[in-house]
């Protein structure tokens, strides 16, 4: 499956957790029922997350291949909540999206 294909796929499976998909500065972004942005898909082939700096789900995500902190401008500004996680790791992506769907607060 490609990158939106498989983001999709995540939105569906966490639809019933109150999760749609919407977008964000022109992405795809999954909001939560409050209406804020958890995840996104960046440029076709990654998805970012936010997830809390130093939680365990931080910490694994940083380890997958290509995993970096999310950096939007290019500029190395890098928001330390924000986790930009490679296709080719799309099969945890799911699960990360559980994560930063039920961040703290």
Same mark, same amino acid.
Do not use: N, Y
């Given at each position: !499956?490609?990158?939106?294909?498989?983001? &999709?796929?995540v #939105?569906a499976?966490?639809?019933?957790? #109150?999760?749609?998909i919407?977008? !964000?500065? @022109?992405?795809?972004?999954? &909001?939560?029922h409050? @209406? &804020?942005?958890?995840?996104?898909?960046?440029?076709?082939?990654? !998805?970012?997350?936010?997830?809390?700096? @130093?939680?365990?789900?931080?910490?694994?995500?940083?380890k997958?291949? @290509?995993a970096?902190?999310?950096?939007p401008? #290019?500029?190395g500004?890098e928001i330390?909540?924000?986790?930009v996680v490679?296709?080719?790791?799309?099969? &945890?992506?799911?699960?990360?999206?559980?994560?930063a769907?039920?961040?703290?607060?």
């Amino acid at each position: !499956m490609s990158a939106e294909e498989d983001f &999709k796929q995540v #939105g569906a499976e966490l639809a019933d957790l #109150g999760v749609w998909i919407s977008s !964000m500065m @022109g992405r795809p972004a999954l &909001k939560d029922h409050a @209406g &804020k942005v958890f995840a996104s898909l960046q440029r076709d082939h990654a !998805m970012v997350f936010r997830l809390v700096e @130093g939680t365990p789900e931080h910490t694994a995500a940083l380890k997958l291949p @290509g995993a970096a902190l999310f950096d939007p401008s #290019g500029k190395g500004r890098e928001i330390k909540d924000w986790v930009v996680v490679p296709h080719s790791s799309a099969e &945890k992506w799911t699960d990360l999206a559980e994560a930063a769907l039920s961040r703290p607060r």
